[in-house]
């Protein structure tokens, strides 16, 4: 498939957008709130911390509920403004225009939006998200993903107006992607959602060395 990061960027905001309300209403599955507890546990009491595909705040608002300094970025002005709406700090931003300082977060979290990523375009968004990292700092990536062979697109079932891009991922497809672009790995482990879906948790340090692979493609 030839589909890129910029081809996807306007159905998605668009169908975020449309969707925002919505979307702000569900309430949180028992094992998200499992994944996501999990991974502050391993965070320093103050950490600052960028959430990436942050759609309309429920999870940036845990963080700084405990008492982390929290940064929310999505693509959606609409969640954003949901953001906003709960005392956050937000920003329009998608994965390769995070204005930040390098270096300025001690932590990242990705909930279920880098499977709107195209795989050809993975490494260089991990490499952007990875650039605003200290050395040492932690990201979380949760994706559904699975065993079996990879694929994209757009599924029939979508809800979403316009149909949401996908791209499904094995572990070691998504393993490699990570660590190509210069992270190691702290934790991956398969969550059985219960609704069909397979979730693919990875914990990943930024590595002080500068990458020198591409991920697999």
């Known amino acids: ?112 939006c880098l499977l709107h990523v195209p795989n050809r375009d993975l490494p260089t968004v991990l490499a952007a998200i990875r650039s605003v990292l200290r050395p040492g700092g932690l990201m979380f990536a949760g994706v559904y993903g699975g065993d079996g062979d990879s694929w994209e697109g757009t599924v029939d079932t979508d809800e979403h107006v316009p149909p949401r891009f996908f791209s499904w991922r094995s572990d070691e497809q998504l393993i490699g992607f990570a660590t190509g672009a210069g992270f190691a790995v702290v934790d991956f482990h398969p969550v059985d959602t219960g609704r069909g879906f397979r979730f693919q948790s990875l914990t990943l340090t930024a590595t002080a060395a500068t990458p020198t692979a591409e991920g697999d493609g």
């Not at 498939?1 to 668009?14: A, C, F, K, T």
């Open 1 to 112: 498939m030839n589909i890129r990061y910029d081809d996807v960027l306007d159905p998605l905001r668009q169908a975020y957008d449309n969707r925002a309300g919505w979307r702000d209403g569900l309430t949180k599955e028992p094992w998200k709130l499992v994944e996501r507890q999990a991974f502050r546990d391993r965070l320093a009491p103050g950490a600052r911390l960028l959430e990436v595909g942050a759609g309309t705040g429920q999870d940036s608002l845990f963080f700084q509920e405990q008492g982390l300094t929290v940064v929310a970025a999505d693509l959606s002005p609409v969640m954003v403004e949901h953001c906003r709406a709960k005392g956050l700090d937000a920003h329009v931003m998608d994965f390769l225009h995070l204005d930040f300082p390098a270096g300025s977060f001690d932590a990242v979290f990705a909930m279920n």
